[in-house]
């Protein structure tokens, strides 16, 4: 113990403290379509097989996400009351895992952009805020979304209370019944969350006369929550990934780590993003593939996806719709085919039989790499992480973190390796649980 | 929509971008006891009544934490190992409400300091990496300790995963059979939980013997922590709130929350911390109250405790016990007696019958302000927050939170007010729950 040089004010150093100042925010999010050397397949229509236009998709969404959907600007603006949404936990940490590497003993850099701190514990709120935005400014007054495990209902329900507007959301039965948390989370937020199929909707009412006793389906839940927008001329819909737009929002994730980067003089030899419906991972890494493909560096990226749900690794690169029942437009993307049920492993946020088509794209033109990792692989990782580290992954982000951490041990050199850490796992501990206890 | 200035660049301003250098973690604790006009009352010993010897500690506590017990050294410096640790989540945001300050139409500037980031969820791991970084060096491999609804137990049980040491926690049996996610937290760090009272000791036996149905009590689960402490040359025991040297580790809150609100040019006028044992409130405020009595600022500190167990504005200032059976040495404190049991409020953390003898004392010297808030108008404060701001504050927490709005909604001026946010309220969604339905 030693006192401090002056004797009346500890050496706080003046470099950064924290997100006291919002400006430290971005400005701008990155549109990677800007910069591909060859553009992204469109959408097609799912009658017709033609490129979708904005009138197709004006019934559920607001126009200044359509015209996000197909746009090639390269930075897009981000509107001042986004950035102050934003600043209630942006910039997120960028962190130096040094316990990490010391327990590794490896001689490379590991880095981790942990997107956890967010008030619903993942990246999922980047998006849900600037959706609701966008809805807010255009009058509608009420958004409607379907959810799994409930991490994308509980985002966008934050983002409609702190907007003003309502939020209906049709979570999967069995999720609704098994794992209440994330329900209660959208009800503090004053959300309405439905078990789905509900009597609330032809759609939900026809699958209940069909299987009284069914648990339900993601693609049930979508198709009661488009219904129900497309009814309701105040009402519009809200998709948590795969669309362009949300990986333009998600963007904010990679822009910052660029920054944060920058600020330290690194650069990233290696990116690791685990890999479901993609916008994390694009969020993520199109920002570093961008200064790539302007700038000529040489940033590698991973995608990190399960191998009980591998789309990208073992999928076709073709058009197939994003739900089970063949309603969503068409979609160029790495898919497993529609009907493709994934087994129930625990990362529900993987689970998903498409990548998204940007993602798909960057991937097919040898943009970044993929690979697959094995449930117990991603949580012995995990597992590894939390005890060197201190933070619980998700069990999402468990993949990126197996990816690096292969990477890491087989390293040579003080290359830098930057994992994104999608969200906490605190309320997925009883799947932890499952794995410590054997 | 529209593109930054410069084409290839978003306008990421170059101020701060978060927690990537760790160099922005304060240096130095700051010690209250070196400015207070007297002295803060010894502990005493329970048998002869005679100040504490630092002999009477050291079966127990490593010298280095019982020299921090009687400072009066002002900066005491942290050391790197435990710098580098806080870096996990430290500094922690202090971000601006204001969505907040429109929703209550308030003219005053709302800022809250939210711990909530850490990987317990709480200010918590702020004393146990040092606590346990001080045993580690010492030569200790295996610390003990109780918990309640588990929040002290995850925080010790990741400082141990760090620090590669074993650790024991004794959870009250009632939480550990109804709150089952902090107890599976400690397994995830490799920490070894027990209902308590447990078999493994001779005051679980007895306790056992003379109830076999018992549900136990905190008081109960210190006694078989302490004791296979004791009886072990190896272990240590760890204390969570109340103590000096915790509340000095946790001086890092306030230390960062001033170093903050300097950067932006701001000063505090009023400074709201949710009160229990008293480490949270201690650690954020002690700063802002060393600077008044050296400097001769007037921010005013207002702790906030629940009715249901109102030591400070109910309670007698008198030596007392810190347990219920009356083991632990005697405390000049705010206390509503060793015997009282406070209801089971959703508020875990504030469920203690005494005050930190360094918070009472500087009550009783007339250096901060107390109030009580009801639990349904913390709740009301919690849920306006949440649906403001994003995040959903612990329910300990919103008793800060209750105080700052009532304060904030009768404010006439730009007045500066702080909430000290101790922690989320993830794991306790169920008592938001209860009370959104009323």
């Known amino acids: 113990m030693t006192t401090s040089p002056d004797a009346t004010r500890p050496a706080v150093l003046t470099d950064p403290v924290g997100t006291v100042v919002p400006s430290s925010v971005p400005t701008h999010w990155y549109n990677l379509a800007a910069d591909l050397p060859e553009p992204c397949p469109p959408a097609l229509h799912p009658g017709t097989r033609e490129p979708l236009t904005p009138d197709d998709l004006a019934p559920l969404f607001p126009m200044a996400l359509i015209a996000q959907e197909v746009s090639t600007e390269r930075w897009v603006e981000i509107p001042q009351t986004v950035r102050e949404m934003y600043a209630l936990w942006r910039p997120s940490p960028l962190v130096r895992a040094l316990r990490l590497e010391r327990a590794l003993g490896t001689p490379a850099k590991i880095y981790y952009k942990y997107e956890g701190v967010s008030p619903a514990g993942s990246h999922k709120p980047n998006t849900a805020v600037a959706q609701a935005y966008y ?130 003089g690194e650069t990233a030899d290696v990116v690791f993003g685990c890999a479901g419906g993609g916008s994390n991972l694009g969020g993520l890494s199109f920002p570093f593939l961008g200064r790539n493909l302007r700038e000529g560096t040489t940033t590698r990226v991973v995608a990190c996806e399960p191998a009980a749900c591998p789309s990208m690794t073992r999928g076709e690169y073709r058009y197939d719709f994003g739900d089970v029942a063949g309603l969503t437009p068409l979609l160029k993307m790495h898919t497993l085919g529609k009907d493709f049920v994934p087994p129930a492993i625990h990362a529900g946020g993987l689970r998903y039989h498409g990548m998204a088509p940007m993602v798909s794209h960057a991937y097919e033109l040898g943009l970044m790499e993929a690979i697959a990792v094995e449930q117990d692989a991603a949580f012995a990782a995990g ?22 951490l292969a990477h890491a041990r087989a390293a040579t050199t003080d290359e830098t390796i930057v994992i994104g850490l999608s969200g906490n796992g605190v309320l997925d501990l009883p799947a932890y649980q499952d794995y410590v206890a054997g």
Request: overall charge negative.
């Open 383 to 404: 597992v590894e992480f939390a005890r060197a580290e201190g933070l619980i992954p998700a069990p999402e982000s468990t993949h990126a973190v197996a990816g690096a």
């Open 135 to 264: 809805n807010a400014v255009e009058g509608i007054t009420r958004l409607t979304t379907e959810t799994g495990a409930g991490q994308w209902g509980a985002s966008l329900s934050m983002a409609c209370a702190l907007l003003g507007l309502d939020c209906e959301v049709w979570q999967v039965r069995a999720s609704y019944d098994a794992k209440p948390y994330r329900r209660m989370q959208m009800e503090t937020y004053g959300a309405t969350c439905h078990a789905s199929p509900s009597d609330l909707t032809e759609a939900g009412r026809a699958m209940l006369a069909a299987d009284p006793t069914t648990t339900g389906s993601l693609g049930m839940a979508i198709s009661e929550a488009v219904e129900s927008a497309a009814k309701d001329p105040a009402a519009h819909y809200a998709l948590g990934s795969v669309l362009n737009h949300v990986l333009l929002h998600q963007s904010v994730i990679g822009v910052e780590a660029l920054a944060q980067l920058d600020e330290i």
